[in-house]
């Protein structure tokens, strides 16, 4: 054989290779793309192999974000020191009903201990207890659909469990490694799972259901109110604690416009977020009632 | 090469968590796998494995859904041929990286319009492009200049 005979041989075999190589790699990316489609619908668990690799990664991050975070913290403290004459100015103001809140709280704590003791009532919707969390990765093609936190199931956090910041829903625990959480946020464009969601106009409760995130005007839509129920705008919109995922009386927004349904049968809300998505760093896992 | 991906890696992470808003998107670890195509010498059929498994940890750690195994795939095969046909130099690359990302950036989102979970947004999407570029071009540049620093 010449040589030109030779190396022509030699580089079809080296296609054949690159080909047959590619073949494989597409065979495992389709069944890849098969589980993504499963894990997406059905909140899979992860596997021992996924969360040992997940939670070592994501711990050597954080080590090395550690002198990164401290500069960050300390920029932030240094803003806030410009501002803190203000705000001293509005905490003495809310000082002095401390001491009447604090009583009120004490008072209706007892009544509502008396009140149980009589009942027999042993659940209460809006009591929970909860665990503080950093977050530590969040990826910026799920900027809106997820964020990951630094407890697993280790600190017994479980799947759906509520996540709050600063007070405010903010979305659910959708996989849960040992040392890791994933939390699937409320700004994702379809929620899975409706909310429902409660607002006090006038001392009355009026109940509807937190259908989607419009991502657009970056508002919580809200179904299912009755057309004839006058809903002013800034009125809370907060969980009614009558499913399992979520305790009574988190808050979730306030309202900013409502209009009617196609059909003129229902009240649709836009309620703004009250809290700003782009900047979560710290967040609260709800565990479970606290009596 | 390997301590430049793992540099790469956690970049994106440390970025993420120190501009703690969407205004910008780094994809340095993509921006890296591209890159080390176009100055290392490295066997297509090797290249691609990498991509293949890179794109996995890369899910595994951040995203939990098996889709960049997928995407690295495609812009690695995209990389081989620009590679093969083109120039290697500075402009040519620049134009092929904006390539690159804008058609990750656009399977992304088609693969979730398809699952029903996005609904597509032609403002959200073009305004998305812009923050992926505008950041990872800089890296892309900021690692040009370095890798051909030490490669002299």
Redesign the interface.
Known sequence: MNMGGFMHNKSRKNDS??KY??LI??F??AI??C???Y???NNRK?TFI?SA??DT??Y??KI??TP??FI?EKVIDFKELIDIKDKYEDLKKEQDKTAYYKEEILTLRKELNELKKITGIDDILSLYTYKNAT????????????L?INLGSKSGIELGDAVINNGVLIGTI??VSNFTS?VKLLS???LDNKISVELVVNDNSIYGLLTRYD??ESVYIIEGINENIEIPNDTIVKTSGLTDKYPKGIIIGYVIDNTKDSFDLTKILKVKPATNF????YVSIIMGDDL | MIVYLIISFFLENIIGLLFNNSNIMPLFFLVASVIIYQHYKVDDDKYLLFLFFAGIFYDIVYTNIYIDSFLYIVIGIINIIYVKNFNNNLGFNILFLILSLFIYELLYYLFFILLGLNNFNAVIFIINIIKILIPNIIYYLISFGILKKIRR
Do not use: A, M
């Open positions: 290779n690159f190589i590619l790699i597409l495992f990316v890849l793309l589980i993504t489609v894990s997406i619908k992860l996924e690799i997940k990664t994501l050597i991050g090395i974000y990164f975070g960050k977050v530590i990765s969040r990826n910026y093609d799920s900027w809106y659909n997820s990951t959708s996989h994933n994702t464009d379809t991502n657009n782009n900047e979560i760093n």
